[in-house]
Structures are given as C-alpha cells and as structure tokens.
C-alpha cells in the first residue's frame, strides 16, 4: 500500500511539472512557457480560408471549420480547442514568457490593457464583441511583433515585465487568453 502511495505521488509530481514548465537560462533567468493551442483540421480549414491556413502535424483528433464555426458565438465564446496554457501565471520580476504554438495556426500572444475584440471582424462579431476592436494598423504590428507561428516555426520571448497584472490574448482568436502577474523582488 505504501509502494502505490509513494508511486502516486510521484506521478503526482512529474505531472505538475509537466503542466507548467520553468526552465533557468545559462543567465538564471526563470523562462516558463505558455503554449498556444488549437486543433484545426488541415482539409476543412485550407479549404475554408486558404491553402497555409492550418499545418497541424500530429495525430491527435480535429476540430473542422465548421465545429470551429458553431462555437463562435457569444454563449460558447469560442471553441475550447483554442485555448492558452496556463491561463494564469506567475513571475517573479526578471522572469520571462516563452510562447509557443501547440497546433497548426498561426496566433499572436499579445500584451492588451483589457480584455476585448481582435483583428478578425467575423470573430469579433459573431462573439459580440463589436465595441473599439484594434485598427487595421495595430493588427499588422501584433500580426509582425507579437505573432507566433506553428509547428515549432518561431517563438515569441516576453522579457522585463512590470510588477503588476498583464493580460495577453490571441488577436486572432480573441478568447484565447492568460493573465500574468508579476511580483516584485518584495513579494509585491
């Protein structure tokens, strides 16, 4: 009984340092990561948008464009496929964000002082949210400075945050989102 206790326990463990990984840098800096994750179906979402939309390797199981569809409204909010991980998380101030795409779209991981609309009209309104959405000239600089691309293809470091809570949030699927709080070297 004791062996399968100690067993489960760490199991326990290795699974809660799988979930939110922190790596230390040659320089100490703490890096945890922040994936970016979707399930686009490749066929249905090429199809719908355009050849390049969606290169999702793996096997795990789709969601295709048009169960992508259903879910934009403003009940469900999105598809639950497209989501960050964590959705919190906590730095202490020096610490860095790495984000990564776990999926086959493209996503920006993008600093926003409220939660709100993005750059995709048809999300933006079939979710309500119809009110201040970002210009066409703010989505081309998040598109080229907070973008992350898929498959391994590019990273995004967010480094020298603030003490205090920042909200990032994909500006293509705007309900993807994770909030961060930073504490100072006080415990603030």
């Known amino acids: 009984m004791r062996k399968q206790f100690v067993t489960g326990a760490i199991a326990i463990l290795a699974l809660g340092s799988i979930a939110i990984p922190a790596v230390v840098d040659a320089r100490g800096v703490h890096v945890r990561t922040v994936r970016l994750q979707d399930r686009c179906d490749p066929a249905s979402f090429n199809a719908a948008i355009g050849e390049g939309t969606c290169i999702r390797t793996g096997n795990q199981r789709t969601v295709t464009f048009d169960e992508f569809l259903a879910k934009l409204n403003p009940v469900d909010f999105g598809h639950p496929k497209w989501n960050n991980h964590p959705d919190e998380l906590r730095l202490r101030t020096g610490d860095q964000i790495k984000a990564v795409v776990r999926g086959g779209e ?17 999300i933006n309104d079939a979710l309500g949210l119809t009110v201040d959405p970002p210009t066409p000239e703010e989505c081309d600089e998040f598109f080229a400075t907070t973008g992350v691309a898929p498959n391994g293809l590019s990273t995004l470091i967010v480094a020298d945050l603030a003490p205090g809570t920042h ?12 909030v961060v709080t930073v504490e100072g070297d006080d415990g603030d």
């Open 167 to 178: 909200k990032f949030m994909c500006e293509i699927h705007p309900w993807m989102k994770t």
């Open 106 to 122: 493209f996503h920006t991981f993008t600093e926003v002082p409220e939660f709100g609309p993005g750059c995709v009209p048809l």
